[in-house]
């Protein structure tokens, strides 16, 4: 997972048309307990899509090969890892709060042992709308949701 000086762009920061991209507080929170979970001795076996930004500058936060992507719940049975490592997990802001909390749940019963985030990673914003979908959802014929394909926020 390529970080362009992911870290450098937070410590010196960048011109406005530098292409950089500034994921928000929950995403800069992310990054903050990437760095507690390194520093406590944990690979971090971190749960987004390939080639997002959030995902990639989040890679870009922690030392290479510390960090493992996990997209989907097949790919927890494909982890390397064993009961005795010591691992933790995250999850990218802008995900779907259904798909993560079953990837979450056979993390947890792959690796009894893992780390858990103090908080949601999911945005607040994300699982709000989220939940507005489904509450509206059914009274619809039809519900048009907008937005980047890349995000289901």
């Known amino acids: 997972m390529e970080a362009p000086a992911a870290r450098a762009v937070r ?11 500034d994921g928000g507080p929950v995403a800069a929170a992310v990054h ?14 971190f749960i987004g899509h390939r080639g997002h ?11 290479e090969g510390h960090m493992t992507l996990v997209e989907t719940v097949e790919d927890v ?3 390397p ?7 933790g997990f995250l ?4 995900l779907s709060v259904d798909d993560t909390h079953e990837i979450i ?5 792959r690796y009894p042992q893992i780390h858990a985030p103090r908080a949601e ?5 994300t699982s709000n709308r989220q939940a507005a979908v489904k509450a509206i959802a059914p009274q619809c014929d039809l519900l048009l949701v907008i937005g980047a394909p890349n995000s289901s926020n």
């Open 32 to 45: 903050r307990q990437a760095e507690r979970q390194i520093e406590a001795g944990r690979h971090i076996l």
């Open 91 to 94: 999850t990218q802001t802008t």
């Open 121 to 125: 990673d999911i945005c607040y914003a």
């Open 53 to 63: 930004p959030e995902v990639i500058g989040t890679f870009g936060q922690v030392p």
């Open 11 to 21: 410590t010196v920061g960048l011109p406005l048309d530098s292409g950089a991209v």
């Open 105 to 109: 749940e056979a993390l947890k019963a």
């Open 77 to 79: 049975a494909k982890l």
């Open 81 to 87: 890892f064993s009961t005795e490592d010591a691992l």
